[in-house]
Each structure stands twice: as structure tokens, then as C-alpha cells.
């Protein structure tokens, strides 16, 4: 995967809507056509977290990619990571340096 500022993206395989939350940074991603293939990756472009915020990535993803965006955020030094769970619509943290957002906990849902 490949970063960029917000400004730099624009892509025809994914959209990207980013909001701040609190301490938290949420990206709401979705592919264009409701499918993408891991081939595909090296095409897509996602933007870089803000200083010092948690990330939370939602949207209608493939596995594959959820796991490439928690592994991708990681190497930035995000302080934490969350996943949104679909089924519950509520993020649940994978990835974390600090103890106010421990690996499991459940945020609350997305709007």
C-alpha cells in the first residue's frame, strides 16, 4: 500500500472519507465497483494518519485489506488501531502502545 497526503487522493478503485473524532482518526473506505482483488493493491493509495491519533478503519473491505491497512497504520506509530467489527458496526481495537485503548476494547459505534 502506498501513503499520500489527503490533497494527493484520487483513485478509481476505492473511495476514501476521512473525519476526526476526538483522539481518534476514522477512514470510511469503500471500493468503487464492491469488489477488489489483492492484485489490485499496489494501485491504492491511503492517506497519512494525523500526529498522535488512533485509527479507525471502516467500511466494506475485504479481509485481506483490513489486515494490510492494520499492518500499514502499524509502521506509521499510530498510538492505536482499530477494525470496525460489521456485524456489531462498533471498531475494536487490534493494535496498541497505550494503555487508555488495550488490545480488544470496544469503541463505540460509528455514526
Excluded: C
Excluded at 490533497?7 to 473524532?21: A, K
Excluded at 479507525?56 to 492494520?70: D, E, H, I, N, Y
Amino acid at each position: 500500500l502506498q501513503a499520500s497526503t489527503s490533497d494527493q487522493l484520487s483513485q478509481s478503485l476505492i473511495y476514501i472519507h476521512e473525519e476526526n473524532y476526538n483522539d481518534s482518526y476514522v477512514i470510511l473506505i469503500h471500493p468503487t465497483h464492491n469488489y477488489l482483488d489483492y492484485r489490485e493493491a499496489d494501485q491504492l493509495v491511503f492517506p497519512e494518519p494525523p500526529p498522535q491519533r488512533g485509527v479507525v478503519v471502516s467500511g466494506k473491505l475485504p479481509l485481506w485489506l483490513f489486515t494490510a491497512l492494520a499492518r500499514f497504520y502499524m509502521q506509521r506509530n499510530v498510538p492505536w488501531i482499530a477494525l470496525n467489527d460489521a456485524r456489531e458496526n462498533r471498531p475494536v481495537v487490534t493494535y496498541s502502545q497505550v494503555g487508555s485503548h488495550p488490545i480488544g476494547k470496544i469503541l463505540p459505534k460509528l455514526v
